[in-house]
């Protein structure tokens, strides 16, 4: 960890941990079956706040 306040964190990872997350993003977004109508009670977000963050994070791993 980098920096941390109130309003968010700094991370730093190495590309394979980005990789690794984005590989993550993308099982939970496209990969495991979870009902629409549980998808927020059980991961605490919406699946487009999710769909969002795989999009941010693909585009970083991928050097985009």
């Known amino acids: 960890?980098?920096?941390k306040n109130d309003s968010g964190a700094k991370v730093q990872l190495s590309?394979?941990?980005l990789r690794m997350i984005n590989n993550a993003l993308n099982e939970v977004c496209n990969g495991v079956h979870?009902?629409?109508i549980e998808f927020e009670t059980r991961l605490g977000q919406p699946r487009e706040t999710y769909r969002q963050l795989l999009e941010?994070?693909?585009a970083a791993a991928s050097g985009n």
């Open 56 to 58: 941010e994070v693909h």
């Open 1 to 3: 960890m980098i920096d």
């Open 34 to 36: 979870i009902p629409e």
């Open 15 to 17: 590309m394979a941990e």
